[in-house]
Every structure is written in C-alpha cells, then in structure tokens.
C-alpha cells in the first residue's frame, strides 16, 4: 500500500513538472507573438504538439495570412522542437476560417533553410483551401502593415540564429571526429665514421672508442 502511495505521488510530482515546463513554452510563444503584433492567441503545449487559436486582424491579401502563418511556424519550433506537430487555429470574430497542420520537423528544417518554401508548402495541410477561407468582412482592412514588417524582420533573425547554431554544431561534430595527429618516433642519431661517433641519446660527437658520453653520461655501445 505504502508502495502504491509512493508511486502515485512520484507520477504526480511528474505530471505537475511536465505542465510546468509545457506552460513556460506557451508563455513564451505568446509573448513572441506580441511582439509582433499577434496579440489575441491563445497556445496550448503538450509534449507531442503546439496548438496556436488566435484571432486574424484584417488583411489585405493571402500574403499577410502566409506571413503570420510563417512566424507562428518558425517560433513554434523554436522554442518546442521536441514536439511531433504544429497546429494553427485560424478565427475571424470567433468564427473558424482555417486550420493548418504542419510536422514540427518540417518547420525546422523549413527555418533552418534546409528546405525551400515550396518544398516545405506541400508538407502543410490546410483546412479549409485557400480559395473558400475568408469572408469579405476579413479583406476590408489591411491594417497588418507595420506588424507584418516587424515579423518580416524577425523571421530573418529567426533564419540566421538557426543557421548558425546548426553550422557550429555541426562544425563540432567534425572536429570530434578527426583523430589526433600521430607524434612521429624519435630516430636516433646516425652513427659517424672515420675516428668519431655520435652519441646514441643526445648526439654529442664522441671517440670512437668512447664507452660513455661526455655531455650525458650515457653508456654506448
């Protein structure tokens, strides 16, 4: 019984750490979001995903919604890359216009600059398409101007951070990997000829009929 009680409250201690940690990297992406400008969202985290529910201000075209849609993508995965996938919950006045599911992997390798954007587009899977997702009420505005340039910039700083990280640890990988030069034996000192000879440990010049070393002390041959 004791047993039991101990295992339960070790699964709970887990558990309470577990949502902890999912909340602080929810906290995070909102905060990231803000900042540039996508104020009303809501992010849930669990271990194998990241959902993000948040409120589309008005657009001008599709390119605005891509925008947003690429820097939710690329701080998703960079602040919970563990996870298995990224999930977007697009609303208009609480009313669904898209969902967009893409494997956390593939927004990596997508900010990495590992893949091209139409290579990492055909990955994504939208709901409803495109052509069918937003009512005219959505395209009245276009007030997204000054966020959009903020998340323009910041998805570059997102692309060179990334890059970098995984040249340098990909440049240690290397360095690990290359084995150590080998220290070359020392050669002893040819012997003289005529009436002389060298010493077999430092080289001093002898007589030949030297048996130990003026300069070492060593015994010779």
């Given amino acids: 019984m004791i047993f039991l009680v101990l295992v339960l409250q070790q699964a709970s201690a887990q558990a309470t750490l577990e949502y902890a940690h999912h909340r602080s990297i929810a906290e995070d992406i909102s905060a990231s979001l803000a900042e540039a400008g996508i104020t009303d969202s809501y992010v849930n985290v669990t271990e194998d995903s990241v959902v993000v529910h948040y409120h589309q201000p ?5 390119v605005d919604v891509l925008l947003v849609w690429n820097y939710i993508w690329a701080t998703c995965a960079l602040y919970h890359p563990e996870s298995s996938e990224i999930r977007i919950l697009q609303y208009f006045d609480s009313v669904p216009l898209a969902e967009a599911v893409v494997d956390t992997t593939q927004a990596v390798d997508y900010v990495a600059g590992k893949k091209t954007f139409n290579e990492f587009r055909r990955s994504v899977t939208v709901n409803p398409p495109p052509d069918r997702r937003y ?43 290359q084995k150590a030069k080998p220290v070359e034996p020392r050669k002893p000192p040819e012997r003289g000829v005529g009436g002389h000879k060298f010493c077999t440990e430092c080289g001093t010049k002898l007589s030949r009929e030297a048996r130990f070393c003026t300069e070492c002390g060593i015994k010779q041959d």
Wanted: hydrophobic content about 50%; aromatic content about 12%.
């Fill in 58 to 62: 008005k657009i001008k075209s599709d």
């Fill in 135 to 177: 009512p005219e009420a959505v395209k009245e505005g276009g007030d997204l101007d000054f966020a959009l340039i903020g998340i323009a910039g910041f998805m570059l700083f997102l692309v060179v951070v990334l890059g970098v990280f995984f040249f340098k640890r990909k440049s240690g990988e290397t360095k690990n990997k």
